[in-house]
């Protein structure tokens, strides 16, 4: 099998597990705290991908901190103690302050 399909069905069923733990009510804001954090985040659209997300980025695994990035697509969206998160194809992330739209 090419290792590029490999991958991918590697993050999908990483993303299968994430998506029925949430539905199981088993994930939590505590948990999802060392997430990378998205600053400045606006919804966003392309052709092929609905939804997704761009932002100032912080404590990811391979991005600089301050670095401007357009997430994957969203597949979910968990609200708890006051804290946004969303599951990417890629990973979770937390969200922080909005960013307002330019008129």
Known sequence: MPTRI???IRRLKKLVADLERLEAGTISSPALM???FLEQW???SRRVEP???EGVVEGHPSLPDGHQIVTNEVYAHLC???EHFVRT???WYRLGT???RAM
Request: glycine letters at 0%.
């Open 6 to 8: 490999t991958e991918e």
């Open 34 to 36: 060392a997430v990378p």
């Open 42 to 44: 606006l919804h966003s």
């Open 51 to 53: 939804l997704l997300q």
């Open 80 to 82: 708890a103690d006051d």
């Open 89 to 91: 194809l890629n990973r």
């Open 98 to 100: 909005p960013r307002r």
